[in-house]
Each structure stands twice: as structure tokens, then as C-alpha cells.
Nanobody
Framework: QVQLVESGGGLVQAGDSLRLSCAAS????????MGWFRQAPGKEREFVAA????????DYAHSVKGRFTISRDNAKNTVYLQMNSLKPEDTATYYC?????????????????????WGQGTQVTVSS
């Protein structure tokens, strides 16, 4: 079965950086788009970033564009989210996700419904 395990969250100050990792197993990793979503208390889970199966194309939420970078290492079955210039409003639980159907498109999926598998989440807290 598919397993996604996130790591790298923590408590940081505004302006600091963090790198999240997500290790995947259970399917051929390089066939699937990967995404990062986040959910703050009392809010809906929202899209943060996504990367195509090949790593050739990425997409970001407007709120993180220019500060966050998604990347993947298909040899290590791992996707990363480098988060720089963190703000208090970035505080949330961050979830890694893998698309359900291998679209093998040229742009990554950004909709929650495209992702069938989810990690358990890792907490990121940014203090002001």
C-alpha cells in the first residue's frame, strides 16, 4: 500500500527557513505528481505547491510563490518543500500528497481531488 511519511516540521521564528521531506513507498514514485497542502486550525486544507512526475514543472499558491520551492528526487522516492522567509501565517499542518492516477501531464495537479494518498502531516509553527 502507498505510504507517505513527512518530516522536518518544527517551531521557528518569522524569517527563518525549514525544509520538509516526504518519503514515499508502495508504488513507482516517478510515475506520479506530488503535492504539498496545508491546513491551519479552523480552516480548509489548501494547496501549497505541486511538482510533475518528471520534476520538469512546478506550481505554487500565490501566497508562497517566491518563498517556497518544491523539488523531488526520484532515485530516493522523496519530495521536498524548502520554505524560506517564513511568516506567522504559514503556521499550519503540512501534508504531502500523491496523485491517484498517473496523468503524466506537463503541468502538475493543484486540486485536492486529484490526490488520493496523504501523509499524516507535520506541524510548522512560525512565531512573530
Amino acid at each position: 500500500q502507498v505510504q507517505l511519511v513527512e518530516s522536518g516540521g518544527g517551531l521557528v521564528q518569522a524569517g527563518d527557513s525549514l525544509r520538509l521531506s516526504c518519503a514515499a513507498s508502495g508504488r513507482t514514485f516517478s510515475n506520479y505528481d506530488m503535492g504539498w497542502f496545508r491546513q491551519a486550525p479552523g480552516k480548509e486544507r489548501e494547496f501549497v505547491a505541486a511538482i510533475t512526475w518528471s520534476g520538469s514543472s512546478t506550481d505554487y499558491a500565490h501566497s508562497v510563490k517566491g518563498r517556497f520551492t518544491i523539488s523531488r528526487d526520484n532515485a530516493k522516492n522523496t519530495v521536498y518543500l524548502q520554505m524560506n522567509s517564513l511568516k506567522p501565517e504559514d503556521t499550519a499542518t503540512y501534508y504531502c500528497a500523491q496523485e491517484g492516477v498517473p496523468r503524466r501531464g506537463v503541468v502538475p495537479g493543484t486540486l485536492r481531488l486529484m490526490y488520493a494518498y496523504w501523509g499524516q502531516g507535520t506541524q510548522v509553527t512560525v512565531s512573530s
